[in-house]
């Protein structure tokens, strides 16, 4: 039975990708080549190389049966899927930054927030009773309060040195994230072992 499996492109994809080819699986895939459609035929394995928003649309789809994603676009999207196990790379924090030494909270005040994480923002804030305004922004986050269009920033930070180059900082970390591995539910259902074998080959080769 072919098992079809959606990698983002990237360095969450190029990190993934090195990881399935040290298990033994994924040596067909070729990065810097335009095709996005991989063949295994010794496995029976199809890899498809995808944005890393799209991942979890096509799994929750069943276009693919399995695939890695951030586990801050799974939040983002609260797909009807399954989470099957929480690698060790990607890892990185979802914060809430500002201009330095201007941390703005108040119950009184409807703060502006600008990011791609709407509705995990939306969710983070409400459960802190504070009062928001989404601006949803697609890149270059960092300018948004430095050019007074945003209170506030919800973004991915890794190393903080972002920030600091633009003279933000981090006022609250949200939450904790990395990479997950995900399947469709229908897939999990009639495809378990064959998903089960390539989650183990995985986890052996993800060691911190």
Do not use: H, W
């Given at each position: ?6 990698i ?105 927030v ?33 050019l007074?269009?945003?209170d ?57």
């Amino acid at each position: 039975m072919s098992l079809t499996i959606a990698i983002p492109k990237g360095r969450l994809g190029t990190q993934a990708i090195e990881m399935l080819k040290s298990a033994g699986v994924g040596e067909s895939i070729d990065e810097k080549s335009r095709k996005l459609v991989f063949k295994d035929e010794n496995r029976n394995l199809n890899f498809i190389l995808l944005k890393n928003s799209d991942v979890i649309t096509y799994v929750e789809n069943g276009i693919a049966d399995m695939g890695i994603s951030g586990k801050d676009m799974i939040m983002e999207n609260s797909a009807d899927i399954y989470e099957r196990y929480k690698m060790n790379i990607g890892r990185c924090k979802m914060s809430v930054a500002g201009i330095k030494g201007k941390r703005v909270f108040n119950d009184d005040t409807i703060i502006k927030v600008a990011t791609k994480f709407p509705e995990t923002a939306k969710k983070y804030f409400n459960g802190k009773g504070q009062k928001i305004k989404i601006i949803k922004l697609n890149g270059s986050i960092e300018l948004a309060p430095i050019l007074g269009l945003s209170d506030v920033i919800v973004d991915i930070v890794e190393t903080g040195n972002t920030l600091k180059a633009n003279g933000l900082e981090v006022f609250e970390d949200m939450y904790n994230i990395s990479a997950m591995i995900i399947s469709n539910k229908i897939s999990y259902k009639f495809k378990r072992k064959e998903i089960k074998e390539i989650i183990e080959l995985i986890r052996k080769e993800d060691t911190e």
